[in-house]
């Protein structure tokens, strides 16, 4: 069993792809292709995570997410992993983790 969380965020930097400085219609695309795609994920305001079983997975969410865009003149993207054995379910777990330690700190 494995656990791989990829942080990513992935917009166009170019004025062919933009609107002014606004990016959402195509973060929007690439959120709604992942979202197709069956993989669980959650937004956030600096870009999205994902969990896989595989490395391989991950990687073609991300050449998914590069096709949305692929049409603008240029990319950016990050990328960061958290790869885990025997673990599952880290999209939720690693929050609900740090939940209970506050509520203890609260608590003393």
Known sequence: ???VLL???MFPTSDNCR???SVSKQVAKIVDAIEKSGVKYQLTPM???IETNTMREAL???ELAYEQVKDCDRVYSS???DIRHNKENRLKSKIESV???LQREVKK
Do not use: H, R, Y
Request: proline share 0%; hydrophobic share 50%.
């Open 47 to 49: 870009g999205t995570v």
């Open 7 to 9: 942080e990513f965020a």
């Open 99 to 101: 939940e209970k330690a």
């Open 79 to 81: 990328l960061k992993f």
């Open 60 to 62: 073609d969410v991300i």
């Open 1 to 3: 069993m494995l656990s």
């Open 19 to 21: 609107e002014g400085s």
